[in-house]
């Protein structure tokens, strides 16, 4: 069954936001952590999204999928560099990183779709 990543982006989205509402110190310091590990630094923006995107892969997270495939493609990501971040984590994570490389091919196309791309 094919997930559709643009919504569930959006979904974990709005649950995050419930989640900072009622777990304010923790969401807020996990956001500050996010912010920090991702800003650029001697490694670009771009190459943080597509390492966290293998980790994500190698990990099993489809929401994490959802969110470092999203937020490659902001930070400039190609399709090109998206595989080579794909083939990585299969070689790091093996057979069950191949069903999650899919998820994450799968997720690209969705993001970067004509139709997707006017919901951003």
Known sequence: MSEDYP???KHLQRLSAELAKELGSPMSAFAQ???AATAPGALDARTKQ???LGMSITARCEGCIAYHVHDA???GATRP???ETIALAI???GGP???YACKALEAFDQFTS???AEKR
Do not use: D, F, Q, Y
């Open 50 to 52: 597509l390492m966290t």
């Open 81 to 83: 560099e998206i595989m």
């Open 97 to 99: 990183a191949v069903v």
């Open 73 to 75: 493609i902001r930070a």
């Open 33 to 35: 952590l996010n912010g």
């Open 114 to 116: 004509s139709a997707s």
């Open 7 to 9: 919504a569930l982006h």
């Open 91 to 93: 070689l790091m994570g």
